[in-house]
């Protein structure tokens, strides 16, 4: 095996610094022009290896590597927290399952720029080819090994809403393309251009750039004219919808405070009172009140006392609650346990209840439990859940059907998908960030569920424990908000979106089409035509 030398690393230096930019795109630094240059260093630095009568595709290979390990290290880096203070585990390793996290992660952009250095690079239609083989890869990072699709590209552009509207197409997945398309382009003008001055070359190529040009120039008014015409369309059918009085209540329990048997009591009063506030200083009492994730730090219906209390509480609100609980049952002569969203009703019955179905690995559960039980789970106190069943039904509260969505599953956009399909009028998420502290976690967490609310036109309602709750209506727009780190309720009226998008009825047709086109481009460069 070949070692790096310090005169080697500098060739690594345009990728890692693209990894750096791409980052900072992100919550919670949030410079959300920088994603459209970003990867420019990394790609025109694998134009480069074109050069040679063989590209190197090693090196391409180490460039991707480079980039995805500075870019996910440094996205990521707050499970190194969530480990070693939840998780119980020392530091050292905590870190080395950071690493393996990012290195898998950096194994899809060591494969673009593999692929990308095959690429034709003065051709008309290789910025949109660049950017299906991006897109295809973050659609198979969504679903291969459970699935990981956190930190997707188009996620950095949350609020620019004019842009993302072309979400109810393609899914974030759409907006990512846009994003490399630019991309591709920049790159393609800065090595044709350094060629040119480089080599003094006469004819720089310029009739594929112009070509290209104008395809970027009519995609880009495309997305501006579409995302107008949408944003203006909803606006329109919105104002003769139905609205909901919805409050949201962020408790700000502590993590370390939570599971403490003594604190139970404290945290049932802390939900409460924030509840009585809520239905008191308003003229109308919100038609729906909701807590957290696992709000309830017990077994509902089995500790009686415990349980009694929130029945009074609810009762003396006079409204509908949705409220986060952890459940157990019986099964033959096994137990399962559910992370369940419970829907009571002002009498304090239950109408219905939501088990969560996509569990985070190693926190909830162990996958492939048969094989990998020796590793245990990271996080202890999360619980060892069964998930839920697929197709669950919605929460009904008077005629509004809520699909409900807890914490890591907001980052799937088939789940979201799958319960407006059934019906429901409006998108609930509860989720315990908690585990992140005062990291940019929680805003990472936050932005993605701004696309479920376009990709699907409903209104998503955000309770958090610790932050950040809120609102977002049908095009993305975020509400008012309670920041992290703060105990508060906020009540605000949704509206109830009835008619379904392209994307909800057909689903990642687009990212798939790019998943196919991907694989067409490996097969075409290293099995059909392979350049030795």
């Given amino acids: 095996m070949k070692l790096i030398t310090i005169q080697g690393w500098k060739g690594y230096l345009p990728a890692v610094l693209s990894g750096f930019l791409m980052t900072l795109a992100f919550p919670k630094t949030g410079l959300h022009g920088l994603p459209w240059a970003a990867l420019v260093p990394v790609m025109v630095s694998v134009f480069f290896l074109q050069e040679k009568k063989s590209p190197d595709l090693r090196k391409a290979f180490n460039m991707g590597l480079f980039f995805g390990m500075s870019h996910y290290l440094t996205l990521i ?15 050292i390793t905590a870190c080395s399952i950071l690493v393996l996290l990012c290195f898998y992660l950096s194994l899809y952009t060591a494969l673009f720029c593999v692929v990308l250095s095959r690429m034709s690079v003065f051709s008309p239609l290789m910025p949109f080819h660049a950017a299906a083989l991006w897109v295809g890869l973050e659609y198979l990072r969504s679903f291969l090994l459970t699935g990981f699709p956190w930190g997707l590209l188009g996620y950095s552009q949350y609020r620019n809403t004019l842009l993302i509207q072309v979400s109810d197409l393609g899914g974030v997945y759409a907006v990512s393309f846009a994003v490399v398309c ?14 040119y001055l480089k080599h003094n070359t006469r004819n720089p190529g ?16 495309f997305l501006w004219g579409y995302g107008s015409y949408r944003i203006e369309a909803v606006g329109h059918a919105m104002a003769d919808l139905d609205q909901k009085d919805v409050c949201v209540v962020q408790g700000n329990i502590k ?4 599971w403490d048997a003594a604190f139970k009591e404290k945290t049932i009063d802390v939900y409460c009172a924030l509840s009585r506030k809520a239905v008191s200083e308003k003229k109308k009492i919100p038609d729906l009140i909701v807590w957290p994730e696992t709000a309830l730090p017990f077994y509902y219906n089995l500790e009686k006392n415990l349980s009694a209390r929130v029945d009074t509480c609810i009762r003396n609100a006079g409204t509908h609650f949705i409220i986060g609980s952890p459940a157990v049952e019986k099964s033959g002569q096994k137990y399962k346990f559910y992370n369940r969203a419970l829907m009571m009703n002002p009498f304090s019955v239950i109408t219905g209840a939501y088990d969560k179905i996509h569990l985070v690995p190693f926190g909830e559960y162990v996958p492939f439990g048969k094989y990998l039980s020796f590793l245990g789970k990271i996080t202890a106190q999360a619980g060892n859940f069964t998930p839920g069943p697929e197709e669950a039904d919605l929460l009904y509260f008077d005629s509004t059907r809520a699909g409900m969505l807890i914490c890591f599953e907001i980052i799937f956009p088939s789940l979201s998908r799958s319960v407006v399909s059934r019906g429901a009028d409006v998108l609930v998420t509860i989720t315990n960030d908690a585990w992140f502290g005062q990291t940019s976690a929680p805003y ?6 701004v696309f479920r609310a376009v990709e699907n036109h409903r209104a998503v309602v955000r309770s958090a424990n610790t932050g950040i709750s809120g609102f977002i209506d049908p095009v993305g727009r975020t509400g008012r908000t309670l920041p992290l780190g703060k105990r508060d309720h906020l009540t605000a009226q949704v509206n109830l979106f009835n008619k379904t998008s392209f994307y909800t009825r057909f689903g990642d047709v687009f990212a798939l089409a790019c998943l196919i086109s991907g694989v067409a481009m490996v097969l075409r460069f290293f099995v059909v035509s392979p350049r030795v």
């Fill in 255 to 258: 993590q370390s405070f939570k």
């Fill in 77 to 91: 880096y707050w499970l190194v927290n969530t480990l070693a203070v939840y998780g119980g585990l020392p530091g």
């Fill in 182 to 195: 630019a991309n591709a382009f920049l790159s393609m003008t800065a090595w044709g251009v350094t060629r």
């Fill in 206 to 221: 310029l009739a594929p750039l112009v070509s290209s040009f104008v395809l970027i120039l009519v995609g880009a008014g």
């Fill in 444 to 449: 990472q967490h936050f932005s993605m569920a």
